[in-house]
């Protein structure tokens, strides 16, 4: 496998993001390392918060949230007024998100609930503004056909890890030792940019974040 950034860009770019250290977030972010929890990171965090931003998104659904990591960068976007619906399978992420995020003084924009993300979303009424996707990497393609429909009409559906170290390439396919899920993720990008009511991007920073804009006049 290899790095999607040459990493000089990658520490270049770290450092010019140290304006957003908090010491919830740097707490967060020790968690994860120190427990090997892959988490979105500083880079594509400060990223999900500017999409949020630009469309002003106020509902924020997440498929696999983990201990509120990316939820920390989603709760700033959508404000006072905003909800953002965090899922996960396990109890802890939950507690853990709920001492962050309370300490963060957002966590009265969230809406946390433990159990299958699938079955919560379809348990969840309504369209939102932007639908996150970090989920297992098998269930990416059905995740996408779910969640597709649940995108407001110039909303996002973004999802995380879609370069997969690049394994989803010919040279990163080599030594491949998880191409299940390698190719399930290949399928659900593909499946993103077929569809004609998105218009799709990748975005190449960390893994990989798949940015879908739900058309609101047809695609351009």
Same mark, same amino acid.
């Given at each position: ?26 707490e ?46 989603? $709760? %700033? +976007?959508?404000?006072a /007024?905003?909800?953002? @619906?965090? &899922?996960?399978?396990?109890p ?9 995020? $309370? %300490? +963060?003084?957002?966590? /009265?924009?969230?809406? @946390?609930? &433990? ?54 390439t010919?040279?990163?396919?080599k ?10 993720i ?11 009511d ?9 893994d ?13």
């Amino acid at each position: 496998m290899f790095p999607i950034l040459d990493p000089r860009i990658d520490t270049y770019l770290r450092q010019l993001e140290a304006k957003h250290d908090d010491p919830v977030l740097l707490e967060m972010e020790a968690l994860a390392e120190r427990n090997h929890f892959p988490i979105v990171g500083r880079l594509s965090g400060v990223f999900l918060e500017t999409m949020a931003l630009a469309i002003g998104a106020r509902t924020v659904f997440e498929l696999g949230s983990g201990f509120g990591y990316s939820a920390w960068w989603f $709760t %700033r +976007a959508v404000g006072a /007024d905003g909800t953002v @619906y965090c &899922t996960d399978g396990d109890p802890q992420n939950r507690t853990w998100a709920e001492d962050f995020l $309370t %300490r +963060a003084g957002r966590w /009265d924009r969230v809406n @946390y609930r &433990t159990g299958n993300a699938q079955d919560l979303l379809a348990d969840t009424l309504g369209t939102f503004d932007i639908v996150y996707n970090d989920v297992l990497k098998p269930q990416y393609p059905e995740t996408w056909l779910q969640a597709k429909d649940r995108v407001r009409p110039g909303g996002f559906y973004i999802a995380d890890n879609v370069l997969w170290s690049g394994r989803v390439t010919p040279d990163g396919a080599k030594g491949d030792t998880r191409p299940n899920e390698t190719e399930a993720i290949k399928r659900h990008n593909e499946l993103v940019y077929a569809d004609p009511d998105f218009d799709a991007f990748i975005h190449p920073v960390r893994d990989g974040l798949l940015v879908a804009r739900k058309t609101e006049d047809g695609p351009i």
